[in-house]
């Protein structure tokens, strides 16, 4: 007794220094050593304060102050109804005291009860258990017993837990349930969540807790989106699964900055997950030490916040060993930090979506309004507001809380009107923490994007990076590694809304002192400020001048001031003088003048120039814009659409460097002369939608280089000089192209490294020639192909087995069929019904023999089954099926079989071997084909036979004979009329089980 009586002692001393979460009421002599001693110890190792009783130490009938204080501050109660556990009056003045804590507390305070060896029932006092033990208090304690009664039928009917078979499982349980209502392990939550229960759905269901492997999952997005928020939810959400081992490491970029700092986050973590003794760890090896240590021979749940370096991830969680069924969360805003060496386990990666427009307004009214839905006042503000945040819950926040402070519509109007020039400073520094951790030449490719090139595809934007040594290749795998931009379909740039807003402010705040200092213009005020000014601007890099309020012409005066600009977009405008004396940097050069406006520069000559686009332009075959694109040397990428005054391309050759040629909606585009051969770095040639386009010279074959050619795009049928719908025979010599996009298709087997094919609005296609020998295959699209019959023959073709199939609308045999994401292993065999199976596997036939088929849909009634086995696709003709009906005694009317569809059954009639074929396809690849014959009358002694051999008694057979022979007398009664005879023993057979009823016992 010594022992419990220190122990009791020592909790009653805690009680004077802090509060008690968990009170544990019990009978000793019957649970302490036991049940309740190992309880005791379980939730003392998960972190929680119990206060543990021991009434055998009592002296006297007054609950002392020690006790009272521990019951009046604990949250969670815990009586242990054992059998002698209402003989003692100090566990039945205790169980008062709960039950009238717990009714005053609104809800705040729980009881759990453990029916330790006994029943609810028992304790409810309907049963002489405890009854007896009260009779014998009211000798002594009449008044009290009153209460005590009330206390245990209130207890007895909470819902509690009954320890039976085994006490370490319900003890296990008790401990979740006890951390799930106490939140020991959970972090704080904005209590604004909005659209995160799918998404914290999925991250559960991706962690499953209940798989004993090791998993990591990476929370990846830009600053400010929302990761750990969704971090802390998922983490308070499964803690109560890991007991006291969980630990949330917030804000790891920061902390970790100094080895103090880390070795601090080394010490949360080991007391988070119940390690003793962290003074020991004095510098990073010895923590790392410790960590691995403890983390292997525990099962953890930990989250390491912001983590933006693999090192913090090693140092903080020992990656080889961790214990069976751990799981680690990380948040980052570089997805490179996931990718983690020698890591034992499953890496999983999750990219945090912005938020929808409607859940972004609610979020915004919740904290600006205290309610979902803005006043009618200030809808139109409120939702203009939220459109410039980009679905960044950061930046919603910050901006709303501003703003709920005030009422004033004025103000409103007025931090709108700012946050349109400049996001508000708590967003800038939240968000500028990715970019001040980028590389100078990363740092001007982010500036340029956020300026510029959003929308802009990749593969011109890198030209132009690349001639200006900033190493783009690098730069925006980097940008898209951290989240700062993405690659869209399409390989076009993307930009959030905030950081485009954040790439502008730095640049402003570069040029404290003046326009002219901005590396950078994108308002056409400002840019047309800068051009008419006469001083010199060596720091302006960039000009954009999108509809300005007049027609502008750029002189050569004013172009030869801006002697560093390497990107000019011009939207309505043009470019009048002589511009032989400008030495111009310019790089990217882009002309949008829907208004008919001519180029009148002469000597226009850009020897940098990079990038050339040319859009809504109404120039001519003969007009000066040529000569600029002429002689310029350095062209890589020359992009003209919606120029419809030109009809054919003159000599550019001397654009050796031209790597990408668009011609796009240039209407009466006709004709590219033979000067494309010359063209030896041509990589991608696109000629869309130019329906007057009809000579494509055989020259085109001396490109070499060409990985993409896309022709595509007209109005009708489509034909080139002699050639109708095919290409011309020079592109046999294009070994190298990967990508082909064409309206009309001719053989292609000469396309031997062909990786992507698209066919797609051919009205009159019917076949493709040589797609069969297409071996280097990726990815194949065809759609809109109405008289496409045929496509691939799957029996003798060379496309790769994991080609991807997109197949949408076209040909009759193919019954409109949609199909998408399906590889050539799995699709063949079911969408080209017209050609045999690829692999001879042999395959099995049952025939349904006298089925009949259904008035409405697909179905069959009736029929008797005759199976053939290893039947080989090359034996099986219409006229064998037909032989083999005969053979089992029936003549053939009708047969069919049922092939799957996309999303409903096609049922098909056999006529001939067309569809024998298609019938041996769907048979091969299942292994089995069921054929329903509808089968003649005049066979009918083999019917009645092979029904009755079905048939385990004798006694059928000598009815059906009977019937058989009635028949015949019907038939000669009747001679005109068979019908009859065979309608009589259709019914005979359908009656054959109740004729046995009636007369087999009488045989």
Known sequence: MANSEAETSSDAAQVLGGEYQVFLSFRGPDTRVGFTDFLYHELVDAGVHVFRDNEELRVGDVIDGSLLHAINNSKIYIPIFSQTYASSRWCLWELVHIVDNVSKSKGKKTILPIFLDVEPEDVKLKTPQYENDLRKHAKKFPDEVKAWRVALEKAGKIKGLNVKSSPAKIVKLVVEMVLEKLETKKETVTKHLLGLDNRVKHLIESLDVNNPDVRLIGIFGMGGIGKTTIAKVVYNQLSSHFGKCCSFLENVRERSSTEEGTVKLQKKLLLDVGSRSVEKVEDVAKGMKRIGETLGNKKVLVVLDDVHDKEHIKKLIRISKLYSGSRIIITTRDTTTLDIEGFIGEILRYEMQKMDDSLALQLFCQHAFGRDVPSNDFHKLSSEIVSLMGGLPLAIEVVSSLLKETKDEELWKEALFKLRKAPEEAILEKLKISYANLHKTQQQIFLDIACFFVNEKKTDA??????????????????????????????????????????????????????????????????????????????????????????????????????????????????????????????????????????????????????????????????????????????????????????????????????????????????????????????????????????????????????????????????????????????????????????????????????????????????????????????????????????????????????????????????????????????????????????????????????????????????????????????????????????????????????????????????????????????????????????????????????????????????????????????????????????????????????????????
């Open 462 to 1003: 890198t030209y132009i990076w690349a001639d200006c040594y900033c190493y783009p290749v690098r730069g925006i795998k980097v940008l898209t590694e951290r989240c700062l931009i993405k690659i869209l379909q399409g390989g076009k740039l993307w930009m959030h809304d905030q950081l485009i807003a954040l790439g502008r402010q730095i640049v402003r705040d570069e040029s404290q002192d003046g326009l002219g200092k901005q590396s950078r213009l994108w308002i056409v005020e400002e840019a047309l400020e800068i051009i008419k000014t006469k001083d010199r601007k060596d720091k302006v890099q960039a000009l954009q001048i999108v509809r300005p309020s007049y027609n502008i012409e750029i002189t050569n005066e004013e172009f030869e001031r801006l002697q560093n600009l390497r990107c000019l977009k011009l939207n309505e405008g043009t470019y009048v003088g002589d511009f032989a004396r400008c030495q111009s940097n310019l790089r990217w050069f882009s002309w949008h003048s829907p208004k008919a406006m001519d180029f009148r520069a002469k000597n226009l000559y850009l020897v940098h120039l990079v990038v050339c686009k040319l859009d809504d332009l109404n120039f001519k075959d003969d007009s000066k814009a040529w000569d600029l694109i002429k002689r310029s040397q350095n062209l890589k990428v020359l992009s003209m659409t919606s120029c419809y005054g030109i009809t054919t391309i003159p000599d550019i050759s001397r654009c050796l460097a031209l790597e990408m040629l668009t011609l796009a909606n240039c209407w009466n585009l006709k004709k590219i002369e033979s000067f494309i051969g010359n063209l030896h770095s041509l990589i991608e040639l696109k000629i869309e939608k130019c329906s007057n386009f009809t000579d494509l010279p055989e020259e085109v074959g001396a490109l070499v280089k060409l990985k993409h050619f896309s022709l595509s795009g007209y109005e009708g049928s489509y034909s080139l000089e002699g050639n109708a719908g095919l290409l011309p025979s020079g592109i046999s010599m294009l070994r190298n192209l990967e990508e082909q996009d064409y309206h009309e298709y001719g053989g292609l087997s000469y396309l031997k490294n062909l990786k992507n094919l698209q066919i797609k609005e051919c009205d009159v296609l019917t076949d493709v020639q040589g797609l069969n020998e297409l071996r280097s295959l990726q990815s194949l699209s065809v759609s809109k192909c109405p008289l496409l019959r045929s496509l691939i023959d799957a029996y003798r073709t060379n496309i790769p087995d994991d080609t991807f199939v997109q197949i949408d609308l076209f040909g009759d045999s193919i019954e409109d069929y949609v199909w998408s994401g399906r590889t050539s292993k799995h699709s063949i065999g079911e969408i080209f019904l017209a050609t045999p199976y690829k692999v001879e596997l042999p395959f099995t036939i049952i025939f349904v023999l006298g089925a009949e088929k259904k008035s409405e849909g697909f179905g069959f009634a009736g029929g008797i089954k005759r199976i053939k086995e290893d039947v080989t696709p090359g034996s099986v003709t219409y006229r064998e099926l037909i032989a083999d009906v005969e053979g089992y005694g029936f003549r053939m009317e009708r047969m069919w079989y049922v092939a799957p569809g996309m999303g409903h059954t096609l049922l098909i009639e056999i006529k001939g071997d067309e569809q024998v074929n298609g019938m041996v396809q769907a048979a091969s690849q299942k292994g089995f084909i069921d054929l329903y014959v509808e089968v003649g009358t005049d066979i009918r002694s083999q019917e009645a036979i092979i029904w009755a051999s079905q048939r385990d008694s004798s006694v059928h057979l000598l009815l059906l004979l009977c019937a058989f022979f009635l028949s015949l007398l019907l038939s000669r009664v009747f001679p005109g009329k068979p019908h009859f005879s065979q309608f009589f023993l259709r019914v005979l057979f359908r009656m054959g089980v109740d004729l046995v009823g009636i007369f087999g016992g009488s045989f």
